[in-house]
């Protein structure tokens, strides 16, 4: 899994979000993903995450071990 | 998930106000977001009760289906699933998480 394909996955899942992922190790394992969704608008944290996690169902059946993650309402 | 593992899981959340699961022990996580919440809930004052799931294959598998979430650390309150490291980051930086403890 790529940062690329991590982030394609993340903006199909939510569609008209912006993401940008950081990579700060260049090492596609300790990355970041910031999402700006205009679908975040009234959810919790908790449930925005949840909505960014969905998108990668499949990828987090092997854990992730270090996907950050920060969502703001676009 | 088996109802004895399930049981565990909830008896282990409900033995203190604020449960962490997470790698390692508060005084030596194993890892860099364990560290990160035990840091926040250090810097609050909070007591709170811990689990390591590096000693304990069946609930780092188990606890993640329990929540619906894929990552540990996790950190509840009052029973409440409250995140993984991010939003305990986040949620201590606008003051959401005092308010959550009840501080």
């Not at chain 2, 609930?59 to 305990?88: C, M, N």
């Amino acid at each position: 899994m790529t940062v690329q394909e991590i982030k394609e996955k993340i903006q199909t899942g939510l569609p008209g979000s912006e993401v940008e992922i950081l990579d700060p190790y260049k090492d596609g394992v300790h990355i970041k993903a910031i999402v700006k969704f205009s679908g975040f608008s009234g959810k919790s944290i908790l449930e925005q995450h949840r909505m960014v996690y969905a998108t990668l169902k499949d990828e987090l059946k092997e854990e992730v071990h270090a996907l950050g993650l920060e969502t703001r309402v676009s | 998930m088996e109802k004895t593992l399930h049981d565990k899981i909830e008896g282990l959340i409900g033995s203190e106000k604020v449960y962490l699961f997470m790698k390692g022990t508060p005084d030596a996580p194993m890892c860099g977001f364990s560290a990160g919440v035990t840091n926040v809930l250090r810097s609050l004052g909070v007591k709170y009760g811990s689990f390591n799931v590096l000693a304990d294959q069946t609930v780092r598998e188990g606890i993640k289906e329990f929540a619906s979430w894929p990552t540990i650390p996790q950190l509840y309150v009052d029973g409440e699933f409250i995140g993984g490291h991010d939003i305990v980051v986040e949620m201590a930086r606008s003051g959401e998480l005092q308010k959550k403890l009840g501080n």
